[in-house]
Structure formats: structure tokens, C-alpha cells
């Protein structure tokens, strides 16, 4: 059973998350909060397996609330929602822990969907917004590429073709299936691209690859 959290402002879109959520028999929505200060409250008074935390919200915006969420001794994964596929605090949200982001006019099955990946340890980002903030953010910050590159070069060349799976969003068990691999032997090349890479999680793993060149 997922343990899930939902923070947002609006107790409207709270309660149609819950009970989105609640309707799946593998998901308990077992906490809520109007704000990031809450959030912490909640994650830290409960398990939770995966937090869906808006991003602009009174007293402690969802970006902050993600990196204090993530900092906490049994962190919970976070998904972001935003109503703005080009808002650009999305992008800060991920670089603070966040392992995808959703816009909230997501068909309900693929926030479930989201929910399940995320709390599996993979990530799920909105293919059109993710496309248009990367390609955004690669405009402003050339110079990132060419320091992406160097850390790519620490990697293996078979954890660089890991990783450009993982950057396209396949799971561990699509990777297995496309490499010809355990997915055991999957998750011990992922464990080792983030600390080689020194990223928390996949999105930012993912966000490296494609600065560095490796996907499209």
C-alpha cells in the first residue's frame, strides 16, 4: 500500500486528489496539508511513501517544502503540481528533490500512474512541459552542457546506456528488457550513475543526460 500526502492550498483540488487516490486499491491518501509549513508537519508526524505538493502556496512554497521534505531522515518521494507547463519555479523544484512533476489538468489515470512509478523509484514528468523547460533551461545555461559532459565521463559506457533509458523515462524493468539484463543488475548501474553523477534521483540524473547530450 502507497502512503500518499497531498499539499495544496485549494481544499477543492485536496479533496479531488483524495479521493482520485483513495479510489485505487494500492493507494492510502493518509495525509493533507493547505501549505509546505504543514507538509512538514505531516510527513514528519507520518510514513509517507509519495507527497503531491503544489508549487505556490501561503506560507512555505512547494519548492521549499520539497527540499525540506527530501532532507528529512525517511524522506518521502515528491511529485510537483503546477497549473503552468512553463512556470519556472517547476524546474527549481525538481533540482530540490522533487522526482517529477504533473500538470493538475493530468488525466486522473496517469496521476495514478505517476503515483506508482514514483513510489517504485522512477520518475514521471508531463512529456510536453518537461520538453518545453528543457529546451527553455538549454537556451539560458549553455555552459552547463559542457560541465554535464565532464561528469558523464565518469560513468562506464554501459551505465551511459543505462542512463540515456533512464533519460527517455523507461523503468528499471523496461531497461532490463532492452539491455538484456536482471533488473537487480538495473537498479545497482542506477544506484551507481547518481553517486558517480552526485544527483539525488532520476530526474536529476535524466536533466544531466539530456544537458550533457545524451538524449534528444
Known amino acids: ?61 512547494g519548492i521549499t517544502a520539497t527540499a525540506r521534505l527530501r532532507a528529512l531522515p525517511h524522506p518521502p518521494k515528491v511529485i510537483t503540481l503546477t497549473t503552468f507547463n512553463l512556470d519556472e519555479y517547476v524546474y527549481n523544484a525538481l533540482a530540490a528533490g522533487a522526482d517529477g512533476f504533473l500538470l493538475k489538468d493530468t488525466d486522473p489515470a496517469e496521476i495514478l500512474r505517476a503515483v506508482h512509478l514514483v513510489a517504485a523509484g522512477s520518475a514521471m514528468l508531463h512529456p510536453t512541459a518537461a520538453r518545453r523547460l528543457i529546451d527553455r533551461y538549454h537556451a539560458a545555461n549553455q555552459p552547463r552542457a559542457i560541465a554535464a559532459r565532464d561528469r558523464l565521463d565518469r560513468l562506464t559506457p554501459r551505465e551511459r546506456d543505462v542512463l540515456a533509458l533512464l533519460a527517455q523515462g523507461d523503468t528499471n524493468a523496461d ?32 536533466l544531466l543526460a539530456r544537458d550533457a547530450g545524451l538524449t534528444a
Open 1 to 61: 500500500m502507497i502512503r500518499a500526502m497531498i499539499v495544496d492550498d485549494d481544499a477543492l483540488v485536496r479533496l479531488g486528489l483524495a479521493d482520485l487516490l483513495n479510489d485505487d486499491p494500492g493507494i492510502e491518501v493518509v495525509a493533507q496539508a493547505p501549505d509546505g509549513l504543514k507538509a512538514i508537519e505531516q510527513a514528519t508526524a507520518h510514513r509517507i511513501d509519495v507527497a503531491l505538493v503544489d508549487v505556490r502556496m501561503p506560507h512555505m512554497d
Open 175 to 206: 531497461i532490463a528488457a532492452q539491455l538484456a539484463m536482471r533488473e537487480s543488475t538495473v537498479k545497482s548501474h542506477v544506484s551507481r550513475i547518481l553517486t558517480s553523477l552526485e544527483v539525488t534521483n532520476r530526474v536529476q540524473a535524466a
